[in-house]
């Protein structure tokens, strides 16, 4: 049967000592009262509803918020049951002692305190509700960074599509930053870092985390927690990050998207582009990254140019590549330690938003994102001379690679007409935002800063472009990602078969060599 939500014993019943492991197996009442953490699965998910990973972290936090109202600061005893207090008790709990060692810290929940939990902490409110009070500090008015740790931790232990990376700690790191990052990119809306009950309502973020739990397939849970997506982003960086210091420069930046971007983007991206935890210190668990990129450092020339032909630190392509991948973990020098924002360069989290933003222009996010970019004097409007100014640029790259000119005034008619503002003196992001403007609103923006993108939507295929409406794919960034990834797999295969060949070539190398120097090796170097 399933477990029951109340209990018929008062909460200080179920303090009361616990049976010895001996009396444990003979004694059928103490099922009944007591709630080791495995057993405590069923009831995270059928009763609280949660997803199955949240177990242990509900678990915890219902002892955390126990021993928090009883310890009362002075003289009530803790609920470790380990815990003694007098000579008399250590001797009258012993059998207690024994019957608990099992459980974390020695503590376990019993049906009153769960009971207790349910009344005080989630009875009364929805599921959106309750993920905001679980997830959240008890107190806290909002989640923070840190706040989401807990629960992509349990993800990675136990979902299947993510057991490869059980040997990777770099990139089970680097993949619950993505999928935090990404989670406040949706929702905080706001970009402060904070994530209210509101936002959370408002968003699909209590779905995906449920979805993610009944998928087995990571991939097709493309809402935050997709490995691809998550690989995508991560190589995207690395190749961009050349001295491997955990940062992307100005300089750096440009490349991205063989050279689609103007300088001036580039620069309106570093000065004034929304950017994820601004105020919010160190990554809880990511210290190391200062040392490594030292290491990394002194070992510039000729490893710096093996490095590049291959990467030694793109996350495992597939959980059949997981066992040869090989990292260093760096997680951005003394900057990212002190929890200071430097806007000379990006960080992996400030790329997240930039990438995001950059591959799908069609939804609010990214248009108030690329908005505030362009908006140089901060009034909420784009005005004609702002718009000019970026576009002085696109016509002087298309003059310089030889493409036909479109003047700024042919440009903007033809987005005017497209997107239709209430004024057309000055565009506005609720001018963007209109539901027949949502697969157009990003081509302003292409025109303005991205060439390749702009050339791409001046000569685009009407056929093709049916077959993208009519495609699988629910958003441009999904599609990006796809495709992306599978430039990224073919890269890394071609990439193996080219060592496999030089690995072989020094094979026979060292064969001629043995028969001179009578010592043939019977085994591959790899």
């Not at 955390?64 to 001797?91: F, I, M, Q, Y």
């Not at 210190?281 to 510039?300: I, K, R």
């Not at 291959?310 to 590549?321: I, M, N, Q």
């Not at 496999?500 to 019977?522: A, H, Q």
Request: charged residues 30%; aromatic residues 12%.
């Amino acid at each position: 049967a399933a477990p029951v939500v109340g209990s018929t014993k008062s909460a200080d019943e179920d303090d009361a000592e616990s049976p010895s492991d001996d009396a444990r197996d003979d004694d059928p009442a103490y099922a009944s009262r007591y709630l080791p953490v495995d057993a405590f699965v069923r009831i995270t998910k059928e009763v609280c509803q949660f997803p199955t990973f949240f177990n242990a972290p509900l678990y915890r936090r219902i002892l955390d918020l126990w021993n928090a109202k009883h310890s009362g600061g002075g003289g009530v005893p803790s609920l470790d049951l380990n815990v003694t207090e007098t000579t008399d008790s250590a001797d009258n709990n012993a059998g207690t002692n024994a019957a608990n060692t099992e459980e974390e810290g020695g503590e376990v929940v019993t049906y009153g305190m769960f009971e207790w939990y349910w009344t005080t902490e989630m009875e009364e409110y929805d599921a959106s509700e309750r993920f905001f009070r679980l997830i959240k500090q008890p107190g806290a008015e909002y989640i923070v960074r840190d706040d989401f740790l807990p629960y992509v931790q349990e993800l990675l232990k136990d979902h299947p599509g993510l057991e490869f990376l059980s040997n990777h700690a770099e990139f089970q790191e680097k993949y619950a930053i993505t999928v935090i990052t990404r989670i406040f990119y949706s929702v905080n809306r706001c970009h402060d870092g904070r994530i209210t009950s509101r936002q959370i309502r408002r968003s699909d973020l209590v779905a995906a985390f449920q979805l993610v739990d009944e998928e087995e397939d990571i991939n097709k849970v493309t809402r935050y927690f997709s490995y691809e997506h998550f690989y995508v982003l991560y190589c995207r960086f690395w190749e961009l990050d050349h001295d491997r210091d955990y940062r992307i420069t100005r300089e750096d930046l440009l490349k991205y998207g063989d050279h689609c971007l103007s300088h001036m983007i580039v620069d309106r991206i570093f000065d004034a582009a929304p950017r994820p935890f601004v105020e919010s210190g160190p990554w809880t668990g990511a210290e190391e990254g200062a040392e490594e990129g030292a290491a990394e450092g002194a070992a510039e020339g000729a490893a710096e140019a093996a490095a590049a032909e291959k990467d030694p630190a793109s996350p495992p392509l597939s959980p059949a590549s997981a066992e040869v991948s090989d990292a260093p973990d760096n997680d951005g020098g003394e900057d990212k330690k002190k929890g200071t924002t430097n806007r000379e360069f990006l960080s992996y989290e400030d790329f997240i938003f930039f990438m995001l933003s950059e591959e799908d222009k069609a939804n609010e996010i990214s248009i108030r994102y690329w908005f505030s970019c362009i908006d140089v004097d901060g009034d909420g409007r784009l005005n004609n001379m702002e718009m000019r100014s970026f576009y002085a640029v696109q016509l002087h790259r298309m003059q310089c690679m030889g493409h036909e000119v479109v003047p700024f005034e042919d440009m903007l008619c033809q987005m005017i007409d497209m997107i239709k503002p209430g004024c057309n003196d000055y565009l506005i992001p609720e001018d963007f935002l209109k539901p027949e403007c949502a697969q157009v609103s990003g081509a302003l923006f292409d025109a303005l800063f991205n060439l390749n993108k702009y050339l791409m939507f001046e000569q685009r295929d009407p056929f093709m472009e049916r077959q993208k409406r009519e495609d699988e794919f629910d958003t441009d960034w999904d599609r990006f990602a796809c495709i992306d990834y599978n430039r990224l797999a073919m890269e890394e295969e071609a990439r193996e078969e080219e060592a496999m060949e030089i690995d072989w070539v020094t094979v026979d190398d060292e064969d001629e060599d043995g028969d001179e120097f009578n010592s043939l090796s019977s085994e591959a170097p790899f």
